[in-house]
Every structure is written in structure tokens, then in C-alpha cells.
């Protein structure tokens, strides 16, 4: 970080900051949003624990569908040269890609991510909802 600024400023060291808080706000509702809807629909209220394992898989599936094209975008964006850039946004660099490779280029890697977001997601929500039964009992 301290070279990046050092040899081209701020700038630079921000690079995909919009991109990033984009990927976020739409990933972040639509992962709790579903998480929660799904938790009143399979039982919340009777404690189950393959509740939060299927509601946080999914929603953790649901989460990085929402955003795997600005994902791509951001992450080839923040890749790209810093002496030489070929892209001016991470916008850019989206049309440019897909103009050039197709829309199947936003999803590579997609199904090794799907699988993780549920394996990660559903862990980590059950351990979650354990943890909460425990503190408040």
C-alpha cells in the first residue's frame, strides 16, 4: 500500500473503491434479507438447526449471485496495470470484457464459488444462531 501510494498517489491506492461499496451494499441486503426471510419460512421459531444451515447456504448463494458480475469487474479492474491501465472504471472494463469473451466471462469460476457460499455460509450461520440459543438461554 505504501509503495502504491508513494509511486502513484491516492488515487490509485482507492482503485475500484466505487465497485467495492456497489458489490457490497447489493450483496450485504440481498444475504441478510434472504437469510431472514428464509429462517421464517423453514422454522425459525422452533429453533432448528437445518434452518440456518439451508436459510445460510442459500442466502450466502443468493448473496454472491447478486454480485459476481461486479465482483468480476472490480477484481479485473483493481488487476489492471497501474503505469499502463487498460480500463478507465471497473465499468469499463466489464463491457469491454464481455464485448470481447461473452457474458459467460462475469461468471468464471461460478460454480466453485456457489459451492463454497453454501458450504461457508451455512456453517457460519448455524455457528451463529448456536452461539445466540446459548447467550440467551
Given at each position: 500500500?505504501?509503495?502504491?501510494?508513494?509511486?502513484?498517489g491516492l488515487k490509485k491506492l482507492?482503485?475500484?473503491?466505487?465497485?467495492?461499496?456497489?458489490?457490497?451494499?447489493i450483496g450485504l441486503g440481498t444475504y441478510f434479507g434472504t437469510y431472514d426471510t428464509l429462517m421464517l419460512m423453514l422454522g425459525v421459531e422452533?429453533?432448528?438447526a437445518i434452518s440456518s444451515l439451508i436459510s445460510g447456504g442459500l442466502a450466502g448463494i443468493?448473496?454472491?449471485?447478486?454480485?459476481?458480475p461486479i465482483d468480476y469487474a472490480k477484481t479485473k479492474f483493481q488487476s489492471d496495470s497501474l503505469t499502463n491501465p487498460q480500463y478507465k472504471n471497473a465499468t469499463q472494463c466489464l463491457i469491454s470484457e464481455v464485448k470481447a469473451k461473452g457474458?459467460?466471462?462475469?461468471?468464471t469460476g461460478f460454480?466453485?464459488?456457489m459451492a463454497r457460499a453454501f458450504i461457508c455460509n451455512a456453517a457460519g450461520f448455524t455457528c451463529f444462531e448456536q452461539a445466540?440459543?446459548?447467550l440467551y438461554s
Open positions: 500500500a505504501t509503495q502504491i501510494y508513494q509511486q502513484h482507492y482503485l475500484g473503491f466505487n465497485s467495492t461499496w456497489m458489490r457490497e451494499a422452533r429453533q432448528l443468493v448473496c454472491w449471485l447478486s454480485m459476481y457474458i459467460p466471462v462475469m461468471f460454480p466453485i464459488m445466540k440459543r446459548m
